[in-house]
């Protein structure tokens, strides 16, 4: 496999299109771009995936909460979507039972016949038909559930996998189909030309300092919350597009709910669902909806939300969760199309779908929509960008394009989520046996995976690795602070790096793995 750690920006380059932001929609974009031919540059100020698509629930879903809301359209797309996912990344993609407790009979027939809906909807993609399981049936597959007033429960099929995983094998990908993708290098302006029409960027390393030009025939903004900011930089009045909703997880020990299915709460106290799911050999629960005026990279959970789920879980818990019992807490912001009504604190009438808007001559604007469709609103900026701009290029292959590490073959081991690479990453871990070591005594995780994320997976920092490439910051926030300085070390000495570096790393990332902490503390908590 060829190294892929060179992507940094050439000073001054042209290209067909541009796609600021590295996300899910940005990375499906360039990926669409480039498997037509289109020279395709993508750049990210940060890391890819560091905001909104590392922090979902982990489901690839059709929405059964929007199918409630009789969005049929959006549902049904969805649900395509799925399954061209799970062909596409079937080393990340799974399907997963998800179990609906239900306390009285009324309950039992309206999810059981929504769900008949759901399953129909997906046609050929279908993972499975919805059934209903008695008290005893569901009390032996979901052990932990409250059992008082249990009349039975509906289970159905979805998908579940690993956002960030995903998000780094798209990149992957569109690296190989030729496009040129920079992470860690921020949009500082756009470039217009005499008449005011986008015509490029102005970038600058945010590691390095260096600046750099780039023009392209057509711009793409695909920044998630940030889609203003980007906005703003080429006219100061425009109108916001986008309110932040943010979405808080809290991970638990897998020992609340000892099974492999997830447990779907159909309404909560303020009329939502709330989901926990199996997930890295936790239990992931969440998430919440509370609209935001401000947006961040790291935006933090508000003490209401953790208690709101805390409370909803121990209703349908047999031991109810406590706040000491939390290993980690991490917010996410979902860019919905801003309200035009006169609530500006709704989220439930904020369109969950995605928006394609022509901002200014060059550039488009792209907001809205979710992990599970990626691939489709990729596909639809590409579209408009080519009648935009009057590119040339072929018809969009997306549909069958395998995903890297797209492969069938799993152990229940836990490099499965590198699929075809982990026949690599074994390979270099015999010829580097010193890295063939644990990185914590109760984690599974290598310091071989540590040097392949920096040679293989753009990862320049101990936060990209245990962040997003390993996931133990999103699971257990203390664990991912005694692992950091063997993640620094390694990192270090492949980059060529100083112990100062090191050491930097190590205090940064500390910093940021508290405010993942929800009892920061308690430090000495094991």
């Known amino acids: 496999m060829k190294e892929n750690t060179d992507n940094t920006l050439p000073i001054n380059s042209e290209w067909d299109i541009i796609i600021i932001g590295g996300g899910a929609t940005g990375l499906g974009t360039a990926l669409d771009a480039v498997t037509r031919g289109l020279k395709t540059l993508l750049v990210e100020q940060s890391d890819f995936a560091k905001g909104t698509s590392s922090r979902s629930t982990k489901l690839v879903h059709g929405g059964v909460r929007y199918l409630a809301q009789g969005d049929i359209g959006l549902v049904k797309r969805a649900l395509k979507e799925r399954g061209l996912l799970q062909l596409n990344a079937n080393h990340l993609v799974n399907k997963e039972s998800f179990i609906i407790p239900c306390y009285n009979w009324f309950s039992v027939a309206k999810y059981l016949t929504g769900l008949t809906l759901y399953d129909w909807l997906a046609g050929k993609f279908t993972f499975g038909k919805s059934k209903f399981f008695s008290k005893k049936e569901t009390l032996k597959l979901m052990p932990g559930i409250k059992s008082k007033g249990l009349k039975g429960s509906v289970r159905y099929y979805d998908g579940k996998f690993d956002d960030a995983r995903l998000a780094i094998n798209i990149a992957q990908t569109a690296i190989e189909q030729g496009a040129k993708l920079c992470n860690y290098t921020k949009v500082t302006s756009l470039i217009k030309n005499d008449k005011g029409d986008i015509i490029g960027i102005e970038v600058i390393d945010t590691l390095s300092g260096k600046q750099a030009k780039a023009k392209a025939k057509v711009v793409i903004n695909a920044t998630g919350v940030f889609v203003d900011d980007i906005l703003q930089m ?3 009045q425009s109108k916001k597009l ?8 809290i991970v638990l020990d897998k020992a609340f709910l000892k099974t492999d299915s997830a447990l779907m709460i159909p309404k909560t106290s303020d009329g939502r669902v709330l989901f926990a799911v199996p997930w890295h050999e936790h239990l992931l629960v969440g998430t919440t909806d509370t ?9 933090r959970a508000l003490k209401e939300e953790v208690e709101f789920i805390l409370n909803t879980a121990g209703a349908y818990f047999e031991r109810a969760p406590l706040e000491t019992d939390i290993l980690s807490v991490f917010s996410g912001l979902r860019p919905l199309a801003a309200p035009t009504n006169g609530d500006k604190n709704s989220t439930k009438e904020i369109s969950r779908d995605h928006k394609l808007i022509v901002s200014a001559k060059g550039l488009i604007t792209i907001t809205g929509g979710k992990w599970t469709t990626y691939r489709n609103m990729a596909e639809e900026t590409i579209d408009l960008a080519i009648t935009h701009a009057h590119l040339k290029a072929t018809a969009c292959k997306t549909h069958q394009l395998k995903i890297h590490g797209c492969s069938n073959f799993k152990e229940n081991n836990h490099l499965d989520i590198y699929g075809s690479d982990r026949e690599a990453i074994e390979k270099l871990a015999t010829e580097l046996p010193q890295f063939n070591q644990k990185l914590h005594p ?21 936060e990209d690795v245990l962040s997003r490439r390993l996931r133990i910051l999103f699971i257990d926030a203390l664990v991912a602070k005694e692992m950091a300085p063997k993640v620094a070390a390694i990192l270090a000495d492949e980059l060529q790096q100083d112990q100062d570096w090191a ?14 902490l929800y009892l920061p503390h308690i430090p000495n908590k094991k």
């Open 234 to 236: 080429n006219n100061p």
């Open 242 to 249: 986008v309110r932040p909703s943010q979405g808080v997880h």
């Open 291 to 299: 609209p935001l005026d401000e947006h961040d990279l790291e935006p």
């Open 442 to 462: 109760d984690f599974p995780d290598l310091e071989i995976q540590v040097l392949w994320a920096a040679r293989y997976e753009m990862a320049k920092t101990v």
């Open 503 to 516: 050491h930097e790393q190590v205090s940064a990332f500390n910093k940021l793995a508290d405010g993942y």
